[in-house]
């Protein structure tokens, strides 16, 4: 008799915690957004976190939300936004396609060498001790931003710097992240005048150094002064849309080449 007690008890007692688990699950669950599977479903997968989010499945939960926009996913092309913007029955913003632009034309050939650089071939590592080059500000060849895009949207050329194959380049930013001297920006396919120079040294210090430096000697910004200065010894574009085309012949009158449009060797 105990013996069947005993188990008539334990069963109502899990009787009735099984009632109060379904009672709780059904007063506290939440029930998930189902735009945020479909959002997820149109993004690009590529989960490489230039969003700011985790991945593109946090990204679809914050756009549901609205704590991001349609436009905030940088791989995602004008038809991913439009596909978004109609999913959450909102204005899908103009996508301005943008693409990684390397600061730097120090080449095996333009940049001197400081010496023989023994150790780890990585960027970070050469970039502790000063790097293999007398300009402190160029790049280290080793290809740590070619490595980190998830695109292979980014090769090492014959003559030491990264190329940037803009059909492929969706604008991620991991090399802007990789680059230990920070050479790398995304800018608008549209803004062709780039400036091709990190250094901050003084001109006759520059040009020493490396044949495609900067030397702040004013050509460019005498030329289009609403658009570019001469900053910390290095010319820099303030206003890309006030750059009047009709001067970009006396911008690019640059000795070093440090200023213009870009050439078929920038490009991949």
Do not use: W
């Amino acid at each position: 008799m105990e013996v069947l007690l005993s188990i008539i008890t334990m069963g109502v007692m899990g009787f009735l915690f099984s009632l109060g688990l379904v009672i709780a699950y059904r007063k506290l669950r939440v029930d998930e957004d189902p735009k945020i599977e479909q959002v997820a479903e149109i993004l690009p997968q590529a989960n490489c976190g230039a969003c700011g989010y985790a991945g593109c499945r946090a990204f679809a939960e914050a756009v549901v939300k609205g704590e991001a926009t349609p436009n905030s996913c940088p791989v995602g092309d004008a038809e991913v936004v439009k596909q978004i913007a109609e999913t959450l029955g909102v204005t899908a913003a103009e996508v301005v396609k943008k693409v990684a632009r390397l600061h730097c034309r120090g080449t095996h050939d333009a940049a001197k060498n400081r010496g023989v650089y023994i150790g780890i071939s990585t960027c970070d590592a050469a970039h502790l001790i000063g790097g293999n080059k007398q300009c402190s500000y160029g790049c280290l060849h080793f290809g740590d931003c070619a490595r980190a895009c998830p695109f292979d949207a980014i090769y090492m050329s014959e003559e030491g710097l990264p190329v940037v194959i803009e059909d492929k380049c969706t604008a991620c930013g991991k090399c802007v992240e990789a680059c230990p001297r920070n050479l790398f920006e995304l800018h608008p396919v549209s803004q062709g005048i780039i400036v091709f120079c990190r250094s901050r040294d003084r001109g006759p210090v520059s040009r020493k150094v490396c044949k495609n430096a900067c030397i702040a000697c004013g050509i460019c910004s005498r030329a289009c002064p609403e658009a570019i200065v001469i900053e910390n010894n290095l010319a820099k574009i303030t206003a890309y849309k006030k750059i009047d085309p009709e001067k970009i012949p006396e911008i690019e009158k640059c000795p070093t080449d440090a200023i213009g449009r870009l050439k078929k060797e920038d490009e991949g």
